[in-house]
C-alpha cells in the first residue's frame, strides 16, 4: 500500500517557466513534509519540508503548498534552471523522522 | 555538522554470495538510522530503522538483515543475494542526511 503516491513519472518545462510537482498521501496522521531532489548515483539532498500546521512553506525559488483537506502538497519552482533536472521525491513522516517516500518525478529543464 | 560514510559506492556479487554494506555516523550521537533501497523505476523504499545499538525495527519481509554494533555503526547484511536484492542502497541518519549510496548489481 503506497500511502506517499507521486502520480507524474516525469515533467518537462522550459528554462525560465514554473516547475509544478506533485505529491498525495492517504495517511492523515502525517504531520511533516518534505521535498528531496536527487541525481543518479547520490543521495537525495533535502530541499524543503512544511509542518501540517502551515499551509505554505518558501524557500528561495522553491515554494512547497500544503492542502490537508486533500491530502496533497505541491512543489514549485521559479524559475525553473537546467540545474533543477532531477528526480524529485516527496516524503511524508508522523511525528519521527522515519520518512516515507513517494516514487519520484523526473524533471527535465531544457534551454 | 554530520556527515554519512557509505561504502562501497558499487559493488557487483553473484547470486547466492552473501553482502555486507557499511555506513557510519559523524558529528553526531545517539542518531536514529535508516537503510533505504531505491529499485530500478521505483521510489525509495524504507528497509530498516534503528534508534540505538542493537536496536533493529525492519519494515518490509525480506531477504537482508540489519544490526547496529556501535552508536554511529549502521550495517546491512545478506547470507544469500537474490536477483532481486539488486539496487541503489542508501543510509540515512535523521530525516536530512543521507549517504552516497551503493550501487549494488546481482548477477
Known amino acids: 500500500d503506497q500511502q506517499v503516491k507521486q502520480n507524474s513519472p516525469s515533467l518537462s518545462v522550459q528554462e525560465g517557466r514554473i516547475s509544478i510537482l506533485n505529491c498525495d498521501y492517504t495517511n492523515s496522521m502525517f504531520d511533516y513534509f518534505l521535498w528531496y531532489k536527487k541525481y543518479p548515483a547520490e543521495g537525495p539532498t533535502f530541499l524543503i519540508s512544511i509542518s501540517s500546521i502551515k499551509d505554505k512553506n518558501e524557500d528561495g525559488r522553491f515554494t512547497v503548498f500544503l492542502n490537508k483537506s486533500a491530502k496533497h502538497l505541491s512543489l514549485h519552482i521559479v524559475p525553473s534552471q537546467p540545474g533543477d533536472s532531477a528526480v524529485y521525491f516527496c516524503?511524508?513522516?508522523?511525528?519521527?523522522?522515519?520518512?516515507?517516500f513517494g516514487t519520484g518525478t523526473r524533471l527535465q529543464v531544457f534551454p | 555538522s554530520q556527515t554519512i560514510h557509505q561504502w562501497p559506492a558499487t559493488l557487483v556479487q553473484p547470486v547466492g554470495s552473501p553482502l555486507s554494506l557499511e555506513c557510519t555516523v559523524e558529528?553526531?550521537?545517539?542518531?536514529?538510522l535508516y537503510w533505504y533501497r531505491q529499485a530500478a523505476g521505483r521510489g525509495l523504499q524504507l528497509l530498516f530503522y534503528s534508534v540505538g545499538i542493537g536496536q533493529i525495527s525492519s519494515e518490509v519481509p525480506q531477504n537482508l538483515s540489519a544490526s547496529r554494533p556501535q552508536d554511529r555503526q549502521f550495517i546491512l547484511s545478506s547470507k544469500k543475494l537474490l536477483l532481486s536484492d539488486s539496487g541503489f542502497y542508501l543510509c540515512?541518519?535523521?530525516?536530512?542526511?543521507f549517504g552516497s549510496g551503493t550501487r549494488l548489481t546481482v548477477v
Open positions: 516524503a511524508a513522516s508522523e511525528g519521527t523522522d522515519k520518512l516515507i
Open positions: 558529528g553526531t550521537s545517539n542518531p536514529n
Open positions: 540515512a541518519w535523521g530525516g536530512y542526511t
